[in-house]
């Protein structure tokens, strides 16, 4: 089975950085595109940032100029720099990997993975 190990969340002074990885393991023959997410409680997640195997990004407008989302395809390997970190961004942090291709050429299956999230909490 395919799996998501998150690493990088804890605790950070406001106007501080922290970065966080995500790693994608498994028979993994390709994947679409990858990003990261965030909730707080009682709301929808959110998208953050996001990426594709060509390297085309988006990023939500609330975080445009502080996060940069990077990745290494070889690996299937994405970060999250996240940057001049203020109290709103404290939530759980949850990457996501879209239309993972997974198996054998021969015989495979293309489906959507979460990760099981990682807290960041901005202190003031």
């Known amino acids: 089975q395919v799996h998501l190990v998150e690493s990088g969340g804890g605790l950070v002074q406001a106007g501080g950085s922290l970065r966080l990885s995500c790693a994608a393991s498994?028979?993994?023959?390709?994947?679409?595109?990858m990003g990261w997410y965030r909730q707080t409680p009682g709301k929808q997640r959110e998208l953050v940032a996001s990426?594709?195997?060509?390297?085309?990004?988006n990023y939500a407008d609330s975080v445009k100029g502080r996060f940069t989302i990077s990745r290494v395809n070889a690996n299937n390997t994405v970060y999250l720099q996240m940057n001049s970190v203020k109290p709103e961004d404290t939530a759980a942090y949850y990457c996501?990997?879209?239309?993972?291709?997974?198996?054998?050429?021969?015989?495979?299956?293309?489906?959507?993975?979460w990760g099981q999230g990682t807290q960041v909490t901005v202190s003031s």
């Open positions: 990426i594709t195997s060509g390297g085309t990004t």
């Open positions: 996501n990997a879209a239309g993972v291709r997974y198996g054998t050429r021969a015989y495979y299956y293309t489906r959507d993975y």
């Open positions: 498994g028979s993994i023959l390709s994947i679409n595109a």
